[in-house]
C-alpha cells in the first residue's frame, strides 16, 4: 500500500534522496555510516591497546618471578657449596687431631711396653694376666694359634679387667705403684682403638651415614671438634 504524505509536506516539494533540510539522505547515511566505523575502529584500537599493556605487564611480572626463583636457586646452591667447604675444612681438621692424638698414644703404648718387656721379660701379657685376672678366666692358646694372636686375645682380657665401662681406670688399680702403671697401658690401648675406629670410619667417604654420625659423636666426647 502507498504512504500519502501530509498536504503540507507535500507543498514543501523536497527533492527525492533530500531531508526536509536540503540535505542529501544519501550522504548523512553515508557519514554516519563511516563515523560509526570510526567510532568502532578506536574501540577496538583501544581494546587492543589495553590488551598489550596486560601482557606486558604479565609478561614482566613472569619474568620478574622467574628471576627471583633463579636467584633464590643460586642463593641456595651457593649456601650448600659454602656447607659443604666448611664441613670438609672440618672433618679434615677434626681427622689431623685425631691422627696427632693417635701418635701421642702409639708413643705412650710403646714406651709403656718396652719398660714391661725390661721388667717381665717376653711374658709380660701372662704375668699380668696371671697377678689379675683369676685362673678360670686366664684365656688358653688355641691349638695352631700363633703367639701373636694369643698375647692379643690376651691383652684384650686385661684391658677388660683393668678399665671400667667407660673406658677409665677402675679405683682397685689406681692406688698401686705397679698395677696403676699396667691399668694406664690399658686405657691408652682403650683409647687408641677407640679413636682408630673412629678415624677409619671417618676417612673412608663410603662409610654409612649412621656410622659417620655415631663417630662423629665420639669425636665429639673426646674433643676433636671443638674450636
Same mark, same amino acid.
Given at each position: 500500500m502507498a504512504i500519502?504524505?501530509?498536504q503540507d509536506i507535500q507543498d514543501l516539494e523536497i527533492p527525492p534522496g533530500m531531508d526536509a533540510r536540503g540535505g542529501d539522505l544519501s550522504t548523512r547515511e553515508t557519514f554516519e555510516r563511516a563515523q560509526k566505523a570510526d567510532f568502532a575502529a578506536r574501540d577496538a584500537q583501544d581494546l587492543l591497546q589495553r590488551q598489550i599493556r596486560g601482557v606486558t605487564e604479565l609478561t614482566g611480572e613472569q619474568a620478574n618471578t622467574a628471576s627471583a626463583a633463579h636467584s633464590a636457586k643460586n642463593d641456595a646452591e651457593e649456601k650448600k657449596r659454602r656447607k659443604q667447604s666448611s664441613d670438609a675444612l672440618e672433618? !679434615?681438621?677434626i681427622l689431623n687431631s685425631m691422627r696427632e692424638r693417635m701418635a701421642v698414644l702409639d708413643g !705412650?703404648? #710403646?714406651d709403656f711396653e718396652a719398660g714391661f718387656e725390661a721388667k717381665y721379660g717376653d711374658a709380660w701379657r701372662e704375668i699380668m694376666a696371671n697377678e689379675i685376672l683369676d685362673p678360670d678366666e686366664i684365656p688358653e692358646r688355641q691349638p695352631g694359634e700363633s703367639m701373636e694372636d694369643y698375647r692379643e686375645r690376651l691383652e684384650n682380657d686385661l684391658i677388660e679387667e683393668m678399665l671400667d665401662e667407660n673406658?677409665?681406670?677402675?679405683d682397685?688399680?689406681?692406688n698401686d705403684p705397679e698395677k696403676r702403671q699396667w #691399668? !694406664?697401658?690399658a686405657e691408652a690401648q682403650h683409647e687408641r682403638r677407640e679413636i682408630g675406629r673412629d678415624y677409619d670410619v671417618l676417612s673412608d667417604p663410603s662409610s654409612p651415614t649412621e656410622q659417620r654420625e655415631a663417630s662423629l659423636q665420639n669425636t665429639r666426647e673426646y674433643g676433636f671438634n671443638e674450636s
Amino acid at each position: 500500500m502507498a504512504i500519502t504524505l501530509p498536504q503540507d509536506i507535500q507543498d514543501l516539494e523536497i527533492p527525492p534522496g533530500m531531508d526536509a533540510r536540503g540535505g542529501d539522505l544519501s550522504t548523512r547515511e553515508t557519514f554516519e555510516r563511516a563515523q560509526k566505523a570510526d567510532f568502532a575502529a578506536r574501540d577496538a584500537q583501544d581494546l587492543l591497546q589495553r590488551q598489550i599493556r596486560g601482557v606486558t605487564e604479565l609478561t614482566g611480572e613472569q619474568a620478574n618471578t622467574a628471576s627471583a626463583a633463579h636467584s633464590a636457586k643460586n642463593d641456595a646452591e651457593e649456601k650448600k657449596r659454602r656447607k659443604q667447604s666448611s664441613d670438609a675444612l672440618e672433618m !679434615q681438621m677434626i681427622l689431623n687431631s685425631m691422627r696427632e692424638r693417635m701418635a701421642v698414644l702409639d708413643g !705412650q703404648i #710403646a714406651d709403656f711396653e718396652a719398660g714391661f718387656e725390661a721388667k717381665y721379660g717376653d711374658a709380660w701379657r701372662e704375668i699380668m694376666a696371671n697377678e689379675i685376672l683369676d685362673p678360670d678366666e686366664i684365656p688358653e692358646r688355641q691349638p695352631g694359634e700363633s703367639m701373636e694372636d694369643y698375647r692379643e686375645r690376651l691383652e684384650n682380657d686385661l684391658i677388660e679387667e683393668m678399665l671400667d665401662e667407660n673406658g677409665k681406670i677402675k679405683d682397685e688399680y689406681k692406688n698401686d705403684p705397679e698395677k696403676r702403671q699396667w #691399668a !694406664q697401658w690399658a686405657e691408652a690401648q682403650h683409647e687408641r682403638r677407640e679413636i682408630g675406629r673412629d678415624y677409619d670410619v671417618l676417612s673412608d667417604p663410603s662409610s654409612p651415614t649412621e656410622q659417620r654420625e655415631a663417630s662423629l659423636q665420639n669425636t665429639r666426647e673426646y674433643g676433636f671438634n671443638e674450636s
